[in-house]
Structure formats: C-alpha cells, structure tokens
C-alpha cells in the first residue's frame, strides 16, 4: 500500500514505531503500579531519571565502541565534535524538565488521562516542525490534528469529573497541574523535533549512537544541576535505598531503553509521526489500566479514543513524508579524521 510505504519505509521502521508505543505504555503502567496507596511516591522521582539518563549514556557508549571499527574513539569523537554536544544542550534540558515533570502529573492524574493530556502536543509539534523543517502540512492533516486535539480537550473534562465533583470542572481543569502539564508538552515538543532536526542536519553524518552519548551526556550534566538546585544531593546515597523496589527498577531500565528507540524512530522517521504514536498509547494504556488498576473507562474515555482514532486513519491516509537532509545541512560540523 502506497501510504502504508510512506509511513514505514522498510520493515525496521515499523518494528522501532510499535516498540515506541509498547515501551512508553510500560513506562506509564510501571510509574502507577510505583506509587504507594496515598498515590505519592516514596523515592527519589529526581535521582531515578538521573539514573535513567546515566543508563542511557553507559548503553550508547559501549554500542558507539563495539560498532566504531575505524572510528575515533569515544573521548576523542567527544572533543572533535565539541560542537555538536554543544547544540544538544538544548533537547537535553528540554528532555530534563519533561522526564521530572512527568512524575508529578502522573501522581495527580490516572494514565489514560494523563496520556490524553500530553496529546496536546500534537499541534505545537506540528508548528515548530514546519518551522524547522520549512514543510508545510495539508488541509487535510490539520484537520487529522483539530480531530486529535478535541478527542484531547474532552479528556481533559473527564479528568476533571472523575472524582465525582463536576460543579468544579473550571477549578480543575484550570489548575497548577493543567499548567505544569502543558509545560510539559512545550518540553516534549520543542525537544523531540529539534533533537530530529539534529539527527538529520547537523548530525547527519555522525553515528547514532554517538549522537546519544551528546545528548545523554548533556542530559547527565542537566539532571545533576536539577538534583543540585533541589538540595539533594546531600541525600543521595540514602536515597538509593529506596530505589530497590522493582517498578523503580523497571522504570529506570525502560527508559533507558525508550530514550534509545527514540533516536531511531527520529532518525528513520518524523516527529509527527511520533505524536500519532503517543496518541495510539492511550488506546493500549485504558485498556492495560482497567486489567491491572481497575480504572474505569468512562464514556468522556470512549468519546475521546474513537476521536483519537479517526484522527490517526486520517493521518495514515494522508502522511508527512519523512524528511531528507538538506545537501547544506548533512554537512558535518567537523570532519573526523583517523590516522
């Protein structure tokens, strides 16, 4: 099928958009089942994406040095391509500020309406994506998006009648959280798409998993400054006590691994692709939420799916095409030479 090629040029790019999914319900499902019966939690949410951060970089590492061949090694493509760490300061902090905020709204809103909530993102992403990439959508693809953002903003009053006190919809809807959370869309938006653009620009002719060391290794640097400006730094060999639990660990691990199909399906595939995919995770994540937590999924829910999912068959018959690399910007920023 034409469109269907379109959106996943080769078999790989398919394996890497249904991992992205998988692993992103998993990371919601593993943050819940983590938090106690008063749903907070009881470690150090700050220290754990520092971890998971610290886990990536060591995974990108040793795949850059088993792969290198006749490459520079690790410390050496670092200072060659100094440059180009410099440029992912930026998705690093974005990245920062989105992984910390992620925990504090799951801890006020239940998955499902949490994941809905992040679909706001969708238009934002699609904004700076044309900005960036200088590629103008359809007629058709905004209204795939309109469709995707109303299925969003009907969750968002569920979210707010779920405890039962409807006379406050505007009181809840209007919150500290609502705030914090869309923050946390400007995050998710801002850096996915610039950390495509960097993918495919000026990183283009530097290994992926090179590129993963930069960006983890900023993010290192991020979540230390975080963990340092919270005074906890202090803490920090007590709190690895709390870190046993074995949702913490699966929440560290998995993340590292999400933070590295990230990087392919950027790489093979676009940003607003990528969003289409969260949106599908909610489908999955109600239905995972109602099996294992006994969250109920309200007619608001159903409503706001069956938005979501005409909104991505649209999308699917009308796809962006991913993106090539302009001739100028494949450019590396500094040639790496091997004697």
Known sequence: MKEWSKLFPNKEAFIVFSLYIILFVFQGVFITASKTENGVYDYNTTLVVFLSELLKLIISAVLYTCRKKNKPNIFQAVVLNYKLALYYFIPSLLYCFYNNLAFINLSHYDPTSYYILL??????????FQF????KLTFIQWISLGILTLGCMIKNFDAATMSGKEDSNWSQIFNIYFLSINFQNFCSCLAGTYNEYLLKTKGSNVDIFLQNVYMYLDSVLCNFFILM????????????????????????????????????????????????????????????????FKIIITWYTILSIGLVTIAVAMYMKNPVNNVSPNADDKKPLMEVVVD
């Open 132 to 135: 960036l990439f200088q590629k």
């Open 229 to 292: 400006c919270k005074g906890e730094l202090g803490n920090v060999f007590s709190d690895f006590q709390s870190l046993g639990d074995i949702f913490v660990i699966l929440i560290t691990i998995n993340s590292a691994i999400v933070g590295i199909v990230t990087s392919f399906f950027l790489k093979n595939l676009n940003s607003i692709l990528k969003t289409y995919a969260s949106a599908l995770e909610l489908i999955v994540t109600a239905v995972v939420c109602y099996i294992l």
């Open 119 to 128: 679909q706001l993102r969708v238009v934002l992403t699609a904004i700076i």
